[in-house]
């Protein structure tokens, strides 16, 4: 009995420690996935802004400034963007993976219930032999 049981426990043991390896490995692609999005966002923001700043330096005149401030404008513009759509991206990215935790932590605590009820019922029918060969004797 001791034996079944060791292996019982080496068992879920196992199915425990695969769970967890799958939820640090979904979590883990999450995080690479936004520190990428985070990155590739940063370095197109940075693009634009530097190319505008190409544009500003060339500025000999009043005139000039008045046609480049605009630009300058719609680049903020479109950087505030970007931003946005990406923390949106990395928001629905994060709650896809936690949805995927969670119903990976539902499964593993729905077959350990149903094992432990096993074990439970197993032991009882032992308990119950026992009791019947202890009033024969």
């Not at 060791?6 to 995080?31: G, M, P």
């Not at 990395?90 to 219930?113: C, R």
């Not at 032999?129 to 024969?136: D, H, S």
């Amino acid at each position: 009995m001791y034996t079944q049981m060791n292996d019982q426990i080496a068992s879920n043991t196992r199915q425990y420690a695969d769970t967890a390896a799958q939820i640090n490995r979904i979590a883990l692609q999450n995080a690479e996935r936004v520190f990428a999005l985070n990155l590739e966002t940063l370095q197109n923001n940075t693009n634009a802004a530097f190319a505008y700043f190409n544009k500003l330096l060339e500025v000999r005149d009043l005139n000039d400034l008045r046609e480049v401030v605009p630009a300058g404008v719609q680049v903020a513009r479109e950087n505030i963007e970007r931003a946005v759509a990406a923390g949106q991206e990395a928001y629905a990215g994060t709650l896809k993976s936690n949805e995927s935790i969670g119903q990976l932590a539902k499964g593993q605590f729905e077959q350990a219930k149903g094992q432990m009820e096993k074990a439970a019922n197993t032991v009882k029918a032992e308990a119950e032999k026992a009791v019947k060969n202890a009033t024969k004797a």
